[in-house]
T-cell receptor, first 113, second 115 residues
Framework: AQSVTQLGSHVSVSEGALVLLRCNYS??????LFWYVQYPNQGLQLLLK??????LVKGINGFEAEFKKSETSFHLTKPSAHMSDAAEYFC???????????FGAGTILRVKS | EAQVTQNPRYLITVTGKKLTVTCSQN?????MSWYRQDPGLGLRQIYY???????DKGDVPEGYKVSRKEKRNFPLILESPSPNQTSLYFC??????????????FGPGTRLTVT
């Protein structure tokens, strides 16, 4: 069975500062990992995904994430936060041949001017 | 425009009054799924469908029904809604029958309040 833990339900950064959102996963088989973003009053959209091709994954809007098997982590980073990055971010895991996406509880990112 | 649509976007109802939330996708996707989002719990899967006439339970199916008579539509039915079903609901679709490494495309959400 797969599970996801997102550390920190709320993260606050200043505009221009580094964004780091933490995600740890548990999976008995090689996982596929995703980060989704939800802007206010909208559905979720894919930021990036890891599917075993490369451990450092680049996504949209300057975000990237690194898969670290030894740490069972898939943390999301962005070098310089922008006001438009304020949203809720979800880490999710699925398994090969699986038909289910398991989501973390989400992290709300606040960007201060 | 490729999209997943849901209706209604907002719904307030009373306990026990049957309701249906519609979901439709225009991308010819095989896989469709319903999730509910609750604060601090993330998204939890209610039901999913890998093909027409094929549906299966997710993690929280109690109190819900679904059907998949056409590829594009996947309605969520609450036969007798209760206050604990007050939540934000999302429909999603994916091009693969087993979307393990594929992106899921989400609708805009339906905010349901049951009093």
């Amino acid at each position: 069975a797969q599970s996801v833990t997102q550390l920190g339900s709320h993260v606050s950064v200043s505009e221009g500062a580094l964004v780091l959102l933490r995600c740890n996963y548990s999976s008995s088989v090689p996982p596929y990992l995703f980060w989704y973003v939800q802007y206010p009053n909208q559905g979720l959209q894919l930021l990036l995904k890891y599917t075993s091709a490369a451990t450092l994954v680049k996504g949209i809007n300057g975000f990237e994430a690194e898969f670290k098997k030894s740490e069972t982590s898939f943390h999301l980073t962005k070098p310089s936060a922008h006001m438009s990055d304020a949203a809720e971010y979800f880490c999710a895991v699925s398994a090969e041949y699986g038909n289910k996406l398991v989501f973390g509880a989400g992290t709300i990112l606040r960007v201060k001017s | 425009e490729a999209q997943v649509t849901q209706n209604p976007r907002y719904l307030i109802t009373v306990t026990g009054k049957k309701l249906t939330v519609t979901c439709s996708q225009n991308m010819n996707h095989e896989y469709m799924s319903w999730y509910r989002q609750d604060p601090g719990l993330g998204l939890r899967q209610i039901y999913y469908s890998m093909n027409v006439e094929v549906t299966d339970k997710g993690d929280v199916p109690e109190g819900y029904k679904v059907s998949r008579k056409e590829k594009r539509n996947f309605p969520l039915i609450l036969e007798s809604p209760s206050p604990n079903q007050t939540s934000l609901y999302f429909c999603a679709s994916s091009p693969l029958r087993e979307p393990s490494n594929a992106e899921q495309y989400f609708g805009p959400g339906t905010r349901l309040t049951v009093t």
